[in-house]
């Protein structure tokens, strides 16, 4: 019997899930001990922006790695090799926009979302409410690939393959993500990260170091092994082996890397994180710890996932549940038995949980703080409302996810949280580069940019083999498929940047020159910040 067919049976679900559970206890009786605080919406949306610097850029790591980091990618290098690297890179790389770019600007303009700073000196409405579309499309393509990703999990780690079975999970994760932010807030979810982050980090590591052990702490030798035991075999360690063959694939791979390096300092529940700290000074701090975090995390998943190549097979892997996906669980139950498979499946869990709380988080803070309290309002809600309307959107999101996840189930959706960063650097990132660093941007060029990268971003999409036209689309046998390309982001990208700079110029509207000036000293010292 190979270990392919060994894991789901030897493993213990009973065992993976009581570790679960003993993880989510801890998560929600810290939840409760600082739910007290959440009195203001300051408390609610950004912890009243009391945590550390170091304490912050662990919680922002553990938003960032998702399960498709950690399952994922650790899988797409034991199958493909350096070009499973590459997405590591682009992740890891990604992390220098925030770091030189926004992190210190971002916390001194704005109070909770991200409409508060692109909304500072145009007019508030329409940039907010747009500011908002935004963050909830790009929360919904992230969270739904996260829900979905739990119905995945299930097959393969609970070996629970029934609609109903992953159904009931999708469900009972969903609810226990919903109490962490009606309860805990910004506060709470922040302590979630950093157990998540904490325990992912430990887990990653501790295999790394037992399998360098293993070969004797030689990386030559486990390369070696990795590439005898890969259907590739030398070709494991060269480019080329998925991205390359073609003109299409090496322009998609060019589209991938635009959407995974810009795209990450421009999703929202990552720009919502530097509200969390005290001063901007914090908030650089927080991307450096971050930034360690994530760089010791990557390079663990190199070694697991060559790891798992040299101990399990790329063919026993791809013959397996889940295929790619399965490369770290079976390692672990080939190097630790039961109950490292246990600890892994446990850890994989907490992590989608986590990333999930954050997501919900972000959308019911814009829904609430953008939409309602300034469009609706007039940016005069009465005392408590703005928070009761966010823990109400919340609930309502948390809802509509569950249902999403469960929708999805056997779906296609991997290229979701791709997609999610492409859209939030076709959306997002133009309108905020050109709101703290370009003095005559204006009302027009920030609508025409928001809705022009989001607008083209979800039509190339649509009309990308992602929809139809290939074996791995979502709708089997139709092609409608126009575009060829599976990620939109080299097109979509560099349109919304241009489409900033013709709203500008074609618009009437001047901004506030009043405003201008403070929002350029107020993002450079920090005078004035709230």
């Not at 409410?129 to 829900?147: E, G, H, P, R």
């Not at 299930?154 to 609810?175: D, F, K, M, R």
């Not at 990333?355 to 803070?365: D, K, P, Q, R």
């Amino acid at each position: 019997m190979t270990i392919a067919q060994a894991a789901p049976v030897a493993g213990e679900p009973a065992l993976n899930v009581s570790i679960f559970l003993v993880i989510v206890a801890v998560t929600l009786f810290v939840v409760y001990r600082v739910s007290s605080r959440n009195a203001t919406a300051a408390d609610y949306y950004a912890a009243g922006g009391a945590f550390t610097g170091m304490q912050n850029g662990v919680a922002l790591s553990g938003d960032y790695l998702s399960a498709a980091s950690f399952l994922g990618i650790a899988g797409a290098i034991a199958v493909q090799g350096y070009d499973g690297f590459l997405y590591s890179i682009g992740f890891l790389v990604a992390w220098l926009i925030p770091l030189l770019l926004l992190a210190e600007r971002f916390r001194n303009t704005g109070r909770f979302t991200m409409g508060d700073v692109v909304s500072f000196r145009m007019r508030q409405r329409p940039v907010r409410a747009a500011a908002a579309n935004a963050t909830l499309v790009i929360s919904a393509f992230y969270m739904l690939a996260q829900m979905a990703g739990a119905g995945a999990l299930v097959a393969l780690l609970l070996n629970v393959h029934s609609s109903g079975g992953q159904a009931l999970v999708i469900a009972v994760v969903g609810a226990i993500m919903i109490f962490y932010v009606l309860v805990g807030g910004m506060r709470g979810t922040t302590w979630v990260q950093i157990i998540k982050a904490s325990l992912l980090l430990s887990c990653v590591l501790l295999i790394s170091v037992f399998l360098l052990g293993k070969f004797g702490f030689s990386l030559s030798a486990l390369f070696d092994k990795a590439a005898a035991n890969s259907s590739l075999g030398g070709a494991l360690l060269d480019p080329g082996a998925r991205y390359g063959r073609t003109d299409t694939t090496k322009l998609d791979f060019i589209s991938l890397s635009l959407a995974l390096v810009l795209g990450a300092g421009a999703l929202p529940h990552v720009l919502m994180r530097f509200y969390t700290v005290p001063d901007a000074y914090q908030a650089r701090r927080s991307v450096v710890s971050a930034t360690w975090a994530m760089v010791l995390f990557y390079l663990a998943t190199l070694i697991i996932g060559y790891g798992a190549a040299a101990i399990v097979g790329t063919p026993a892997i791809l013959a397996a549940p889940g295929a790619e996906n399965s490369a770290a669980p079976l390692l672990a139950f080939a190097i630790g038995g039961t109950i490292l498979l246990a600890v892994v499946a446990a850890v994989a869990f907490t992590t989608i949980l986590a990333v999930i709380a954050g997501l919900t988080l972000t959308a019911s803070a814009s829904f609430a703080h953008d939409v309602y309290a300034n469009v609706l309002k007039h940016g005069h809600p009465r005392p408590g409302a703005e928070v009761r309307v966010a823990r109400l959107t919340a609930l309502v999101i948390g809802c509509l996810a569950i249902v999403g996840g469960i929708l999805a189930i056997d779906q296609n959706v991997a290229f979701l949280v791709a997609l999610a960063f492409a859209i939030a650097a076709s959306a997002n990132l133009p309108t905020i580069l050109y709101t703290l660093f370009w003095r005559r941007f204006n009302t027009t060029g920030t609508l025409f940019s928001i809705y022009g990268g989001l607008g083209s971003c979800l039509l190339l999409i649509i009309f990308s083999p992602v929809f139809s036209g290939s074996p791995t689309s979502i709708i089997k046998n139709v092609d409608f498929h126009l575009f060829p390309l599976s990620n939109p982001g080299i097109v979509s990208i560099p349109l919304s940047f241009l489409l900033g700079i013709a709203g500008t110029y074609l618009g009437k509207d001047d901004p506030d020159p009043q405003r201008t000036d403070e929002l350029e000293v107020r993002s450079i010292t920090g005078i004035g910040t709230t």
